[in-house]
C-alpha cells in the first residue's frame, strides 16, 4: 500500500504596497488557499473566519485560530496522520485498539465521504510533525426545528505533554464555533464528572429535566 504524508493545509499571502501604514498592514489581506482538499477529512476552508468570540472560552494569552499557539497549527485532519500520533493521542483519552494502515484508510475515506457529517480538528506540532490535539465534531441532521442540526463535541483530547496550554479550551471551542458556522442550533457534549466544572466554564451545562446521559454498552 503506498504511503500517504500530510500537506501543509494553508498558504497565505498578505497584500500590502510600500505606502501602506503599519496598521493597515497588521490589518492586510490574506489569502489563503486550501491545497489538501482530497487529503483533508472536511474543508480547511471552513476554518477562516471563525471567531473564538463567539464561544465562551476566555483565552490569556489570547489564541486564535491561525495562531493557536507557538510552533503550532490548526487544520482539519489528513489522511496522512495515520502516521503523526494520532491514534496515539487517542489512545490517552480511551481504548483504540490495533488499527491497520489499511482499516484507517478505509474508515478515513467512508468518514469523508458522508460529507458534512465529521469534522475532526487536529492541532499539529509543526516542529515535530506530530498531532498534539484533537476535537470531533459531528453533524446530526434533524427534521425538528424546521430541518436544523446538532453538533455533537466528541474525542477532545490534548497530549499530556502540551497540557497546561489552555489548549483543551481551544479545540473544544473550535468546536462549538464550527458548529454554529454549520447552523447547528445547540452544541452536545458528554463527560465524566470530574470535567463537569471545566464544560461549564466554556458554557455547556446540564438542562434542568433533561439532564440524563443513558447508554447500553453493546
Known amino acids: ?87 496515539q493521542l487517542l489512545g490517552q483519552l480511551t481504548k483504540v485498539g490495533e488499527i491497520s494502515q489499511e482499516q484507517w484508510e478505509m474508515r478515513f475515506k467512508g468518514m469523508k465521504k458522508k460529507d458534512g457529517t465529521y469534522f475532526i ?26 430541518c436544523s442540526q446538532v453538533g455533537r463535541v466528541e474525542d477532545v483530547v490534548v497530549s499530556d505533554q502540551y497540557r497546561g496550554r489552555q489548549l483543551g479550551k481551544l479545540m473544544v471551542a473550535v468546536a462549538v464555533v464550527l458548529a454554529k458556522r454549520l447552523d447547528c442550533y445547540k452544541a452536545t457534549l458528554n463527560c465524566t464528572d470530574k470535567m463537569i466544572k471545566f464544560y461549564n466554564g466554556l458554557g455547556f451545562k446540564c438542562e434542568e429535566g433533561d439532564a440524563n446521559f443513558m447508554v447500553i454498552r453493546l
Open 1 to 87: 500500500m503506498s504511503s500517504t504524508t500530510v500537506i501543509n493545509a494553508w498558504t497565505s499571502e498578505a497584500k500590502s504596497d510600500s505606502k501602506s501604514s503599519q496598521s493597515d498592514i497588521d490589518k492586510a489581506e490574506v489569502v489563503k488557499v486550501n491545497n489538501n482538499d482530497e487529503e483533508a477529512i472536511y474543508n480547511s476552508s471552513l476554518l477562516l473566519g471563525l471567531d473564538l468570540t463567539q464561544s465562551n472560552a476566555l483565552f490569556n494569552p489570547q489564541l486564535s485560530i491561525m495562531n493557536p499557539g507557538d510552533g503550532l497549527r490548526l487544520r482539519p485532519l489528513q489522511l496522512g496522520d495515520y502516521s503523526t500520533g494520532f491514534l
Open 121 to 146: 480538528t487536529v492541532l499539529e506540532d509543526i516542529h515535530t510533525n506530530q498531532v498534539i490535539g484533537a476535537a470531533t465534531l459531528v453533524v446530526e441532521q434533524k427534521f425538528i426545528h424546521g
